[in-house]
RNA sequence: GCGGACGUGGCGGAAUCGGUAGACGCUGGAGACUUAAAAUCUUCUGCCCAUGGCGUGCGGGUUCGAGUCCCGCCGUCCGCACCA
């Protein structure tokens, strides 16, 4: 007689048992091809949630079936530990952040054994540890001797809120992605990486990435912005002269004025002796950033009464202050070409200046330009002298060409991407290994001297930089000259220490960051799984990271991940108190589900503390977040229902790269199936001799199938198979085939619900673990069906079902088909006027 | 505005090459077992004017045959956004 799966008591033996025989340890010796597999390392916020949970699963079921598949597979897991809410943590409840991270660490490493995730836990890393930052450092240095660091006084961006900078990427709708609070920007001296050096590898290398999303590879591609015209300089009336950046070089004849950014030199130059000019610049700041704003926004201009000389001869353009050019694109300043330019158009319209058509707009060629919208499709040159009937793109290499070799301008590549500012002015980060000497200047560091360590003795009562205020940190002799000098006292932006950390789980010598040879033989990671968030700030970083490594000399990898998958969201149900006149925060209306009450007819109601009933409306479906009080603990549910029933819903159902709407119904179902499942196996087989043709095939082709979609990462399908499956062993008669399937199906479900089939693995009496089991093999004759369903048609509708063998003849099947009796009647005695048979699949008769 | 993805029963979703639409799960109905309930098992479950007809957002097209391909709309979601 079956007994019930105990999931608590297998779940806590079985983990103890990966444990003690070190099972998922990668050995970096080892024969079998070599896997790695990863998914984004956690921030030890406090808890892990229910995304924590899809996530690891997803790359848990990939890791085991690929060790079963006969590979060494590394798999590890560690910990983004730095960054503010550690800090804010400290402000708020007075603890150090340091306690604070390394405390959720060890909650979060207890929940994710509880799951009985296959890591390899001898390489867990925190990048908080001195012997991680320590390493991190020694790469900072070696990327700053090769040129690839610099410091820079500039504009950047202020978040007032976290007192901090944020790169441009950090920078969303011209708010703190952390804070929210609006971006100031202040001139600060900072650390920057030079991403852009690697701006057209970054953008070439994504075409070898055939295993990342689309989606991923074109959003890289728009971030770093690449975009190829001509560079030149206009001679002004004042002796002067201004750089302009142009794309359209081709319509350099119908330009008609010239329009500097507020902050370019020029301008600032002229505020400072023109009062209304200094006027214009404020008025052109205070312009919000927002996408709604920019869309009604005016053009605005100011002329600053100089005029620019047409450098192919066609006259002088006044100049402009203009609020829509940017000074960190291209070279602050543009020709206006109002005709083929909508800005241009509206600037031009608003300020009467000149609208001259150069590109033909079909027939039309005429120099005078009446339409209400700017012009930007292909055309013919009109109205441009010697450019007159070419093309544009043959416009734009001439004008290029002439440029470069009467020498007033040359052909340039322009990028939106940034070099990549990573100074931040806070404590709970990697401290920047350089000292300020005012006798030498800066000085890295010496690697004797690494790491430099964080000090513990910090304040968080004032906000600020603790390291900035620490009496004696950052105190140190000039490694130079011996003389007084300072440490720098910003830290890294953390972004940096996941730009690696993969590799440093691949390798970690104590001595430097990573051994060569051991980490190239493990790199790239083959399938890397983690959230859309990331597709631009970490997976750009880190890409970049990578490619540094390699121009230093440390590291020989192109890219560091070669599968990408970007997972869906783990949603919710959201619930609100049905509070017609509530005039407080609409925040404070959400209600967690874990505090609902159902009533009659499902009818929903929040208890108070004083005992009264408050009714609950039901939300809309998102994803579960702290602040539509929407979540669900994963721990008391892995509790309630054990680790396989968790994670067997987390693949069910939804694709893998759509959002989960985590139901109770859900959780029910699955945990339903992980009785079921040990029911079957757990039964007493009564083997006997004989076996079960049609069983065997779907025995086998089950097995096919569900490795091609782990393979694919259709975890939601090879759930289905597994359900067909289970079904059909249930139903057949007890035979050797029966007892065969059974224990098979073991096998299949084992990188899905480990625990399970540890369990019954062990009660088979087979010897050694599951998890070392090595994956079922297929038997390609039995993919084959010996017969077929032939679908019969009249006019592409079916109207008939045939068994036949397979490969039978055409003839044999259409003359079938014709005698089918639905068929006859429909036919009503005439000839088909056309048959077409496609064979083992249907017969459709053209009546 | 630019770029991209998607749209299939009450719900989540299958349909791999243009060939039987709705696998599998959830929900719901009916039944069995039980004193009863839970659990479990069996069975049904796209819609309708039902020997048939209609159905994959809408309108066209290609084809013997379209969820799948083409053209035009509508809707939802995502990314970027005054990028010269």
């Not at 750009?540 to 560091?560: C, I, K, M, N, S």
């Amino acid at each position: 007689m079956a007994s019930r799966f105990n999931a608590l008591k297998a779940d806590a033996h079985w983990q103890q048992v990966w444990d003690e025989r070190r099972t998922f340890a990668a050995d970096d010796h080892s024969a079998k091809p070599k896997t790695y597999v990863l998914e984004m390392f956690p921030y030890p916020s406090g808890k892990i949630h229910m995304g924590h949970v899809r996530n690891y699963t997803m790359g848990d079921v990939l890791a085991r079936y690929r060790r079963m598949t006969g590979h060494e597979v590394l798999h590890p897991m560690g910990w983004d530990a730095f960054g503010m809410p550690a800090e804010n943590a400290a402000m708020e409840k007075g603890v150090h952040p340091g306690n604070w991270t390394r405390s959720n660490i060890a909650t979060m490493k207890a929940q994710l054994k509880r799951l009985g995730f296959a890591l390899d836990w001898t390489r867990e890393l925190a990048t908080c540890e001195p012997n991680y930052y320590g390493h991190e450092q020694a790469l900072f240095l070696a990327f700053y001797e090769a040129g690839l660091v610099y410091r820079k006084e500039s504009a950047v961006n202020w978040d007032p809120v976290d007192m901090t900078v944020l790169a441009n990427e950090q920078v969303i709708d011209g708010r703190g992605w952390r804070s929210g609070a609006l971006v100031e920007k202040r001139k600060l001296s900072q650390w920057f990486l030079k991403i852009t050096q690697f701006a057209d590898e970054l953008i070439e290398g994504l075409g070898s990435l055939e295993h990342w999303p689309d989606k991923v590879r074109l959003m890289q591609e728009n971030w770093i912005g690449r975009s190829q015209g001509l560079r030149f300089r206009f001679a002004l009336s004042d002796g002067g002269s201004v750089e302009v950046f142009t794309t359209r070089p081709d319509t350099i004849y119908g330009a008609s004025f010239v329009a500097v950014a507020a902050d370019h030199p020029i301008a600032q130059a002229l505020a400072a002796q023109n009062s209304e000019a200094a006027a214009f610049i404020e008025r052109c700041k205070q312009g919000g950033t927002t996408a709604a704003e920019l869309e009604t926004q005016e053009k605005l201009g100011f002329d600053t009464g100089l005029t620019a000389s047409h450098p192919l001869g066609a006259g002088e353009l006044p100049v402009y202050i203009a609020n829509f050019v940017l000074m960190e694109y291209g070279t602050g300043a543009v020709f206006g070409v109002p005709a083929h330019d909508q800005r241009d158009f509206e600037f031009a319209t608003k300020y009467d200046l000149p609208i001259r058509r150069v590109v033909a707009d079909g027939e039309r060629t005429d120099p005078a330009f009446d339409d209400d919208a700017a012009y930007t499709g292909p055309g013919v040159l009109v109205n441009s002298c010697e450019l007159d009937g070419m093309s544009v793109e043959d416009a734009k290499r001439s004008v290029i060409a002439r440029a470069q070799e009467a020498g007033w301008g040359e052909g340039t590549t322009v990028y939106r991407l940034r070099d990549w500012g990573v100074s931040r002015q806070r404590y709970w980060g990697t401290p920047i290994p350089i000292i300020h000497c005012a006798a030498c200047g800066e000085v890295p560091v010496p690697s004797a001297q690494l790491p430099v360590v964080l000090p513990e003795d910090v304040s968080f009562d004032v906000p600020g930089n603790p390291l900035d205020r620490h009496p004696t940190w950052k105190h140190v002799a000039c490694p130079t000259c011996g003389g007084e000098a300072l440490r720098d006292t910003d830290t890294l932006d953390t972004f940096a220490d996941s730009s690696w950390y993969f590799i440093r789980f691949a390798s970690a010598p104590g001595d430097k960051p990573f051994d060569q040879a051991v980490a190239e033989s493990w790199l790239p990671v083959g399938q890397y799984i983690g959230g859309v968030e990331h597709a631009i700030l970490h997976l750009l970083y880190a890409r970049f990271w990578t490619r540094a490594l390699r121009h230093v000399g440390l590291l020989d990898v192109a890219e560091p991940f070669t599968g990408l998958f970007t997972q869906g969201m783990v949603t919710h149900e959201t619930y609100r108190l049905d509070i017609p006149d509530h005039d407080g925060p609409p925040a404070a209306l959400w209600v967690n589900p874990a505090d609902l009450s159902v009533g009659e007819g499902g009818a929903l109601s929040f208890m108070t503390e004083a005992g009264a009933s408050i009714p609950v409306i039901r939300g809309r479906v998102e994803k579960m977040s702290k602040s539509k009080k929407n979540t669900v603990d994963p721990e008391p549910i892995v509790d309630q229902y054990g680790a396989d029933a968790v994670r067997w819903f987390m693949l069910s159902d939804s694709p893998p790269e759509r959002d989960l709407e985590w139901s109770e119904n859900g959780i029910e179902g699955a945990w339903r199936f992980v009785q079921r499942l040990w029911r079957l196996v757990d039964a007493d087989r009564d083997t006997g001799e004989n076996r079960d043709a049609a069983l065997d095939r779907k025995l086998h082709q089950t097995i096919a199938g569900i490795a091609t979609d782990i393979e694919a990462l259709s975890f939601n399908k090879a759930v289905a198979k597994l359900y067909e499956l289970t079904s059909a062993v249930e139903k057949a008669p007890a035979s050797a085939s029966r007892a065969e399937a059974i224990d098979t199906l073991i096998r299949l479900v084992a990188p899905m619900v480990p625990h399970l089939a540890e369990e019954a693995w062990a009660a088979r009496g087979e010897t050694g673990l599951v998890a070392d089991a090595a994956w079922p093999a297929v038997d390609p004759a039995m993919l084959v069906e010996d017969e077929v369903t032939i679908a019969v048609q009249v006019n592409g509708k079916l109207r008939d079902t045939l068994m036949m063998p397979k490969g039978a003849p055409k003839d044999t099947t259409e003359a079938a088909a014709l005698a089918s009796e639905k068929v006859a009647r429909l036919l009503d005695g005439k000839p088909p006027r056309k048959v077409i048979v496609v064979p083992d699949r249907l017969v459709n008769i053209v009546a």
